[in-house]
């Protein structure tokens, strides 16, 4: 049943919140005052403003008691909320069998869809929750329901290595031989995150060579193993073929050409690599682009003494100068394919919703012409015209510094599609429902365009599942295969915003443009503040890195390239992180746009100057992190960085700039005596360059904080 067909004309009972007594009493977890609000007369199966009932409150939170408290009073099972998710559905994405199990012996439904196409059996085998997954196959949840993308609940629990759920489901009739959309197999992702056990048990049920099996990209199960180097599955699938006398050709390629030993190669799988070549694997053998296996392992080590040799010597201008990117044939390829890519995503996006028809607005160091290393990051600002036109932007004194709001426009178009976006309390537009809502239709769109009709426009890019769902954005992930680059993973970060006609009344400084413009991302400061906006001054930027002196701008790319040449890495909450999500250069780009003020002439940042200059940066970088606070160039008093990250990161984040300072200081020391030796004719310290003993001095004061 849908939300609308409560009986939402009771809505007297609800609060400015949109809550009822009942929502109240299910977050206290208390059952008397459930009983209480019943006895007064407020209904049960009254929404709030996400479509969620008390029921579906209790069923997320896992309370058992209440959960069948409200059942016995009659509340309805069969209530969704404004993505379809019913109670069911969120009490077996959680994980509390109990409630599931007392759900299913009341009728609720096993089988009901949320938006995406996900069921409740569908989310248990993704997070294994075995119980559920029972429970739900025993009620008659069908085990072949797959999600938007062709994803099913076998797909999920191959890919999760969760070995029992995936035996049970074979067992109650899952087809081991059913795909994504992109005709990815359940073995083909068994195999590719090496779960061992998984492979196995889709084998006995399934012979993987008895028909072509292969993804859209002409990925065989080789091409899989290869990716990440799963050398236990690879041993196991090897095995089960020779059992059977079954022959395959090593040497099969994809669609780019590629082999699976150029897969090993290019994601550094070199013991895989090695295990394919004794297989007998032709490491000769050319890809569309010319490219053999030797080639680009040859390549590779090349690479890796240039930057080895860099790093000894500190040379930051060698770097630098092969290190920048260059926006040439192939760069610009890789921008019209990429920008073509999002385009269609977008394009989808509108068929699925017209309200978030949106534009694209390119942004971030491809181009701003500052990206030092590889082209693999590409920001994109996705400008939801449809939401902007139908909003106003509002800015009130008690909003937090570089956040505001948006509120509805004066006409019954607004009200009607925008107002289950609204925060109730504030009556503002919600940042984090629109970009929840954004984030599910984009999933949805990238499982339309990854397809084998869609693919055939792209002759370089590898579209990849692999995502994940920021706070500011979704990074998608591609890669490229091309003749100057012969692979590159490629993160594209798209991050939902609105186009305002206005400028900060906190900014520091004037609109450098005639025409006054910012961007509102759709990003709240935290979860108690939801209807706010990030103002983001991304255009100003812009001009203000072109309006550098070119001096200036090369502080920036060597900031940059000491990333490069020092690299570091660090495991928080089991996540892996390297110096790019530590010191991102967004912090670096803020701290040049101070020094820059400080020190505008062109001659200020030339000969030892520069070096000074580049220290003085990582100085003040140090300062800022140590006290949790580096103020935006643009908007007064805003910090920019994200104060939730800032308690994980910050050790990390302090070791690794004092890292840089040190290795930049260490090396610039070096240069500069000997360079004073050249051009001095006595070694007294008197008569030491002035700049080499401003840096002495900066070192001392670094070391002290």
């Known amino acids: ?45 009254l929404v709030d403003h996400n479509g969620q009932s008390p029921l579906y409150y209790a ?39 109990q409630i599931v199990l007392l759900l299913l012996k009341k009728q609720a439904n096993p089988n009901e869809r949320a938006n995406d196409g996900t069921t409740p059996i569908y989310h248990s085998c993704y997070a294994g929750h075995e119980k559920c997954v029972v429970h739900l196959t025993s009620y008659g949840a069908a085990v072949g329901l797959a999600k938007n993308s062709g994803a099913s609940p076998l797909f999920v629990a191959s890919r999760n290595g969760h070995h029992s759920i995936v035996q049970h489901l074979l067992r109650n009739g899952a087809d081991p031989n059913q795909t994504q959309k992109d005709f990815r197999s359940v073995l083909h992702t068994a195999l590719l995150y090496n779960r061992a056990s998984c492979v196995r048990a889709l084998l006995e049920h399934s012979n993987p060579y008895s028909s072509e099996n292969r993804d859209i990209y002409g990925w065989t199960h080789l091409h899989f193993l290869a990716k990440k180097g799963s050398l236990e599955s690879a041993e196991i699938l090897f095995d089960y073929l020779r059992d059977r006398n079954i022959l395959i050709d090593l040497n099969q390629q994809d669609v780019f050409g590629n082999t699976a030993l150029h897969i090993a190669i290019f994601n550094q799988q070199i013991q895989f690599a090695k295990y394919l070549m004794r297989q007998g694997s032709n490491p000769e053998q050319r890809n569309h682009f010319g490219w053999t296996s030797n080639d680009l392992q040859k390549r590779s080590e090349e690479n890796a003494d240039f930057l080895q040799s860099s790093i000894h010597a500190l040379d930051y201008h060698s770097v630098l100068f092969k290190q920048i990117i260059d926006h040439e044939f192939e760069e610009e390829i890789m921008d019209h394919e990429i920008q073509n890519y999002i385009r269609e995503i977008i394009s989808y996006i509108h068929q699925l919703d017209p309200l978030f028809s949106a534009s694209i607005i390119p942004s971030g160091s491809f181009y701003e012409r500052t990206k030092v290393g590889l082209p693999d990051e590409f920001d994109y600002m996705i400008n939801l015209d449809k939401i902007q036109s139908l909003s106003e932007y509002f800015q009130d004194d008690k909003d937090p510094p570089g956040f505001a709001g948006l509120t509805l426009r004066n006409i019954e178009e607004a009200k009607i599609k925008l107002e289950s976006y609204l925060e109730p309390e504030k009556q503002r537009l919600s940042a984090e429902k629109i970009r929840l809502q954004f984030y599910r239709l984009l999933t949805s769109a990238r499982a339309h365009v990854i397809s084998k009709d869609t693919i055939t426009k792209f002759k370089h890019l590898k579209f990849e599942w692999t995502s994940s769902d920021k706070r500011c954005g979704t990074a998608v992930q591609a890669e490229w295969y091309g003749t100057k680059y012969p692979h590159i993973t490629i993160k594209i970060d798209v991050v939902p915003c609105l186009t305002i006609n206005e400028w900060p009344r906190t900014a520091n400084i004037t609109y450098p443009f005639e025409k006054v413009q910012c961007h509102l991302i759709a990003r709240s ?22 309006n550098l002196h070119y001096e200036q701008l090369t502080a920036y790319l060597i900031l940059k390239s000491l990333r490069i040449l020092n690299p570091f890495s660090c495991e928080i909450d089991r996540m892996k992180y390297d110096g790019d999500d530590l010191i991102s250069s967004y912090m670096l780009k803020t701290e040049l746009f101070y020094e820059t003020t400080r020190y505008p002439r062109k001659e200020e940042w030339t000969g030892g100057n520069l070096n000074l200059r580049i220290l003085t940066i990582l100085k003040h970088l140090q300062k800022h992190l140590l006290i949790g606070s580096i103020k935006s160039f ?31 200081r260490e090396k610039t020391l070096k240069f500069q005596q000997k360079s004073t030796r050249r051009h001095t004719f006595t070694a007294h310290n008197s008569n030491m360059r002035p700049e080499l003993l401003r840096m002495r001095s900066l070192a001392g004061n670094f070391l002290q904080f």
């Open 1 to 45: 049943m849908n939300r609308d067909d409560v009986s939402n004309h009771l809505k007297k009972y609800q609060r400015q919140n949109s809550r009822t007594e009942l929502h109240e009493a299910i977050l206290e977890n208390c059952r008397h005052c459930i009983e209480n609000a019943i006895e007064n007369g407020t209904p049960i199966d």
């Open 59 to 97: 069923c997320e939170k896992g309370y058992f008691e209440l959960v069948d408290c409200l059942l016995e009073h009659g509340a309805r099972h069969d209530i969704t909320d404004v993505n379809q998710q019913s109670p069911l559905w969120i009490a077996s994405k959680k994980g509390y069998d």
């Open 525 to 546: 400061p935290n979860d108690e503040q939801t209807y706010l906006w990030r103002i983001s001054t991304s255009a100003a930027e812009l001009f203000y890195l072109k």
């Open 634 to 664: 643009y908007i007064k008093d805003y910090n920019i960085i994200d104060l939730d990250d800032y308690k994980r990161f910050r050790t990390s984040e302090i070791r690794y700039i004092r890292l840089l300072f040190s290795q930049f």
